[in-house]
Every structure is written in C-alpha cells, then in structure tokens.
Nanobody, 119 residues
Framework: QVQVVESGGGSVRPGGSLTLSCVAS????????MGWFRQAPGKEREWIASINWGTSTNYANSVKGRFTISRDNAKNTVYLQMNSLKPEDTAVYFC?????????????WGQGTQVTVSS
C-alpha cells in the first residue's frame, strides 16, 4: 500500500522561503514520477511542479524560477524548495505519486500541508 506524507508547511513573510518534504512509502520510490499541487481557498487544485523517474522537472508558469522540485531516492523523499514567496502562494500544498511507471497519472495523494504567506 502506497502512503504519501507531506511536511514542512507553515507561515512565512512575503519574500521568504520554505521547503516542503514528501515521503512516499510502500513501493520502489525511484520508479515513479512525483508531483506537487496546491489549492487556495475558493479555487480548484492546481498542478505546480513535477519530477519524473529520473531528474527531469517541469513547473507551472506561476512558480517557475521561484520553486524547485527535487528528489532523494535513498530517502524516498521529494522536496519543494519555495523561494520569493508571495501572498498568492498561500494554499494547501499536496504531494502526489504516480500510479504507473513512466507516467504522470497521479494516484496517491498526501493529506496536504498549509502554507501561509502574509506580512
């Protein structure tokens, strides 16, 4: 059974930084793509970053140049380094794991972690 658990959320001032972590257990972590999503109040959940089974990454335009996704396969962990945070980055952030190898069909989700950017 695959389990996905995020951590690292919190409150930060505009311009600050925060790093989220996500541990995915229950299978061979390195085989699968991982992604980060977020959902702001009153808005739909949106994809913001993904990393494939290698090191290839992709970002939504809204976070490109500010956020960095990375993975440590030895620790079954994917990270989201968030810099230059803005109030509009306030949201619940979710980590997701692909259900199939060599795909981005996100099937397993964490419970979410709150990120609040406010002065």
């Amino acid at each position: 059974q695959v389990q996905v658990v995020e951590s690292g959320g919190g409150s930060v001032r505009p311009g600050g930084s925060l790093t989220l972590s996500c541990v995915a257990s229950g299978r061979t972590f390195s085989w699968y793509a991982m992604g980060w999503f977020r959902q702001a109040p009153g808005k739909e959940r949106e994809w913001i970053a993904s990393i494939n089974w290698g090191t290839s990454t992709n970002y939504a335009n809204s976070v490109k140049g500010r956020f960095t996704i990375s993975r440590d396969n030895a620790k079954n962990t994917v990270y989201l380094q968030m810099n230059s945070l803005k109030p509009e980055d306030t949201a619940v952030y979710f980590c997701a794991a692909a259900g199939s190898r060599y795909s981005y069909d996100y099937r397993y989700w964490g419970q979410g972690t709150q990120v609040t950017v406010s002065s």
